[in-house]
Nanobody
Framework: QVQLVESGGGLVQAGGSLRLSCAASERTFSAYAMGWFRQAPGKEREFVSAISWSGSRTLYADSVNGRFTMSRDNAKNTVDLQMNILQPEDTAVYYC?????????????????????WGQGTQVTVSS
């Protein structure tokens, strides 16, 4: 059982930045692909970004591409999401997720069903 704990959420003005972190309990953390998803009030959970187990490949939703950067530190069992030029539409609860299955095409990690473990989420609110 992998436990994921997100941190770093908060309130920021439009145009500002936040850095989210996700800490994993699993010793074999480096074997998992990781993803970030978000869910805004009244909306379905949506994909934000994913990173391969080695960190060599990343994938971003079109809505955040160029503004968000995902990274991981396998020595520390953490993944981060650097969010820049935040907009009110980025307001949501952000979830960290871990996937055991190794998929050859990173685009498959945009699917929530590929993930086995989820964190509790951290709130990000962007004011206009």
């Amino acid at each position: 059982q992998v436990q994921l704990v997100e941190s770093g959420g908060g309130l920021v003005q439009a145009g500002g930045s936040l850095r989210l972190s996700c800490a994993a309990s699993e010793r074999t953390f480096s074997a998992y692909a990781m993803g970030w998803f978000r869910q805004a009030p009244g909306k379905e959970r949506e994909f934000v970004s994913a990173i391969s187990w080695s960190g060599s490949r990343t994938l971003y939703a079109d809505s955040v591409n160029g503004r968000f950067t995902m990274s991981r530190d396998n020595a520390k069992n953490t993944v981060d999401l650097q969010m820049n030029i935040l907009q009110p539409e980025d307001t949501a609860v952000y979830y960290c997720a871990a996937a055991r299955r190794i998929l050859t095409n990173i685009s498959f990690y945009s699917r929530a069903r590929e993930y086995d473990y989820w964190g509790q989420g951290t709130q990000v609110t962007v004011s206009s």
